[in-house]
């Protein structure tokens, strides 16, 4: 195996609160290919946000307790010194967001935005930085991007803010698209042009895309490979067709099952009972099991680990794998 | 249900019985003016732009469309929330285009609204009970003292703890929020609910509770829905009948089967194309269009049929055609979709749809062999 472009080991980011510790992001462990898709589904809340942000040093180390190590190329970003994890940040590795003004600033034209990025990064003239970023703004599908160069945020539709965003993340070339969230405000029809060009951003410059979303069809459609979290943990981990044909883990289950399908008549929705744990007291043992329709004893005591099933497949789940196995097919594949 | 059993099958006669609610040509216009003090009228918004539609008894009707093509607006107008700028509306056999004070009063007992952010939507000063029971107190349908035992009731209905009564809705998680609000939307026994986008601000799981409450209490108390989500997921579980909605006009209605099986507006087919299908073999054997541009201004919307710019069905037509314009440019559509505007037409049993050249594809592929998708059968 090539040495991986992301490796997160073991990461934990705790918030110190007046209620108590948020235990946001407990212990997850992952690694990015150069040039893959990795999608991060799982509830609000379930620390999606938090583990990436922490990827990106955007978390205030002040606020938060935060152990483990992200290592990028190798370089470990949670002891780089802050001036380098700025440069590496636009740099190397981007980030767009579900609202575009968090990246663009409504006072400035789009243009300078863009061209500001590239300057404060390489040693080129203004002129130049003008040009690249109109020519971002072209690939990434804006019509008349001289015209819309000079234009403030607030003349964008959503969707066009959403395309300037992504031309400003990518305007550096990076190696890691960080994506989180970005069409969850969008309509359907301009949520498939946005994916449509990400993908095709993806091949065109092979970067790699950490897709965050907590839409199952997006990432059914998108990613090569799919981690699922809740309540700050990875609790299965695999290929598309794992998660979607083989799911071990009674979470994804339960994904599955609530979510009405286009291409099956379902009679009924089966939800997941109860809500998502609080992170202050995350239950005792396998963090689902209030909510898990196959718990048994062993499940209030131990914590599952996410242990390999088949491959790259690994799920967190002290039911037998044949028990698992059996269920999947008679309970999680006959929808209709 | 396979495929061909849904085309073979001759779909169930139309309905014999009185729609609940009618609405013929029914427009909503904004005025956009000028001027502080003469205000000056510079042109509209045409949120609701010649609207036909019927809603039966006990039925839900799905209304889908994107961002801004009028739906919340149409909800609003069928409640009598807003006047009408034009047409008629009719509740339960009356014309009601036109009511006002007391009658409009007793109008609005039969038709409630159940919205998408439960929050916005819930007074955070006032406790669950009396939020749930401020129907009673308004309408006075029942007497003071009795008022606190039927709010429990309705709250056992809806699955929230009857001694839950005096908390605030901050003390509520999202999915129980829209819940007090479901409650307090059945609180005169309406006939008819509006539901705009009730699930749309919530995570799968509590989406799916929701869903099926909604399911349990149109079974109990005979309730018809009008069901308004942008997710064709969504609205083809829970609808009977689905109309879909492009800048201000209902574009096409069916049953739900007939809908998904044989789209036969452009749009409907774009709209189904875009939805992710959380399937990876099915998503591959999904057809893509990928709609380009956004919607237009509804203030001056374009001519003929309005989604002619973004049609791919007149751009492959004009592009098989080879047609140019005076300049020798490909032209984009085909004449006809630019200059004259296409009504509603019959499309099969109970299916109508207004496009010059309707679809004859299949866009979502359903119910495929197991051995062909390469799931373990
Ligand atoms: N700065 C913070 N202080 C305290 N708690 C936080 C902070 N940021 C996030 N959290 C909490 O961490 C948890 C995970 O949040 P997040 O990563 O945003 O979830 P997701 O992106 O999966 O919806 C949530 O319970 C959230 O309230
Ligand atoms: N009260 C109002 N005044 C002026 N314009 C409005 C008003 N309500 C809605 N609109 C406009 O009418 C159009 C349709 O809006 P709406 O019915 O909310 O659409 P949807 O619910 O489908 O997103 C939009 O262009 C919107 O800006
Ligand atoms: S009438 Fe023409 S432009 Fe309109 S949907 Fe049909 S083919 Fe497309
Ligand atoms: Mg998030
Ligand atoms: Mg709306």
Not at chain 1, 181 to 191: G, I, K, S, Y
Not at chain 2, 234 to 254: C, F, N, Q
Not at chain 2, 298 to 303: K, Y
Not at chain 2, 359 to 374: K, Y
Request: net charge negative; charged share 25%; proline share 8%.
């Amino acid at each position: 195996m090539p040495e991986p472009l992301l490796e997160v080991k073991d990461l934990r980011v705790h918030f110190p609160t007046e209620d108590g510790i948020v235990k946001a992001v407990d212990g997850v462990s992952f690694a990015i290919q150069p040039g893959e898709t990795l999608g991060v589904v799982g509830e609000s809340g379930s620390g999606k946000s938090v583990s990436f942000l922490t990827v990106m040093g955007l978390i205030n180390r002040k606020s938060a307790i935060v152990e483990g190590e992200v290592l990028f190329q190798g370089q470990d970003l949670l002891n780089v010194p802050k001036e380098e994890l700025q440069a590496i940040r636009g740099n190397k590795i981007g980030m767009i967001f579900q609202d575009p003004m968090t990246s663009l600033h409504p006072f400035y034209k789009v243009g300078d935005q863009i061209a500001e990025t590239i300057l404060a990064h390489e040693d080129i003239s203004k002129k130049e930085a003008g040009a690249r970023a109109v020519d971002m703004l072209k690939r990434v599908g804006i019509p008349r991007p001289d015209e819309r160069a000079r234009q403030y945020p607030h003349e964008f539709s959503g969707g066009m803010r959403q395309r300037a965003m992504i031309a400003m993340a990518l305007s550096l070339n990076p190696d890691l698209l960080i994506a989180d969230e970005p069409t969850t405000a969008l309509d359907v029809t301009v949520q498939a042009q946005i994916l449509d060009l990400i993908d095709r951003l993806q091949s065109e410059f092979n970067t790699a895309v950490a897709l965050i979303t907590h839409d199952l069809g997006v990432v059914a459609e998108h990613c090569d490979y799919i981690q699922v979290m809740y309540a700050g943990r990875l609790v299965e981990v695999g290929t598309a067709d794992d998660i979607y044909y083989r799911p071990m883990m009674p979470y994804t289950w339960g994904l599955l099952k609530s979510i009405p399908l286009l291409t099956a008549q379902e009679d009924r929705l089966h939800p997941i009972r109860g809500l998502p744990p609080s992170l202050i007291h995350v239950p005792e043992g396998c963090p689902f099991n209030p909510r898990c329709p196959y718990v048994f004893d062993r499940c209030h005591v131990e914590v599952p680990q996410l242990l390999p099933v088949d491959g790259f497949h690994a799920a967190a789940c002290h039911l037998s794998l044949d028990d698992r196995k059996r269920i999947v097919q008679e309970e999680v594949l006959q929808r209709t | 249900m396979s495929t061909t059993e849904t085309l073979a099958t001759p779909p169930p006669a139309k309905p014999t019985v009185e729609p609940l609610v009618r609405l013929e040509g029914v427009k909503k216009h904004f005025p956009i003016t000028r001027g502080i003090i003469f205000q000056r009228k510079v042109g509209a918004v045409h949120a609701v732009d010649g609207v036909d539609l019927e809603i039966f008894p006990g039925e839900t009707l799905g209304l889908v469309g994107e961002t801004g093509c009028g739906k919340s607006t149409l909800a609003r107008v069928v409640m009598r929330l807003h006047n009408l700028t034009e047409g008629k509306l009719w509740f339960n056999g009356r014309d009601v285009s036109n009511v006002k004070g007391r009658e409009l009063r007793d109008l609005r007992r039969d038709m409630q609204m159940v919205f998408q952010d439960p929050y916005a939507s819930l007074n955070p000063r006032k406790t669950v009970g009396s939020i749930i029971g401020a129907p009673f107190r308004l309408h006075g349908t029942v007497p003071k003292n009795r008022v606190k035992g039927e709010v429990q009731e309705l709250m056992e209905l809806v699955g929230l703890n009857p001694e839950h009564y005096n908390r605030y809705p901050h003390e509520f998680s999202g999915g129980q929020r829209q819940r007090i609000g479901v409650a307090r939307s059945l609180a005169l026994r309406p006939k008819l609910i509006v539901c705009d986008e009730p699930v749309s601000a919530l995570d799968v799981s509590i989406q799916a509770q929701i869903l099926n409450l909604l399911e349990d209490l149109q079974n109990e108390f005979h309730l018809t829905y009008l069901f308004i989500a942008h997710d064709l997921s969504v609205v083809k579980h829970v609808s009977d009948r689905v109309s879909v909605m492009y800048l201000g006009k209902i574009v096409e209605t069916a049953e739900r089967d007939s809908l998904y099986a044989q789209p036969r507006h452009p749009y409907t087919g774009a709209l189904m194309s875009a939805v992710p299908v959380p399937d990876p073999k099915l998503a591959k054997a999904k057809r893509r269009i990928i709609l380009e541009g956004d919607v237009p201004s509804p203030i001056d919307p374009p001519s003929g049929c309005r989604f002619h710019p973004r049609c791919p069905r007149t751009q492959a037509l004009a592009k098989e055609q080879g047609l140019t314009d005076e300049h020798g440019a490909p032209l984009r559509f085909v004449p006809r979709c630019h200059d004259e505007e296409p009504f509603l037409t019959d499309q099969g049993p109970g299916h109508t749809a207004a496009c010059h050249f309707p679809l004859d594809v299949r866009i979502i592929p359903m119910d495929i062999d197991p051995e062909e998708t390469g799931a373990p059968p």
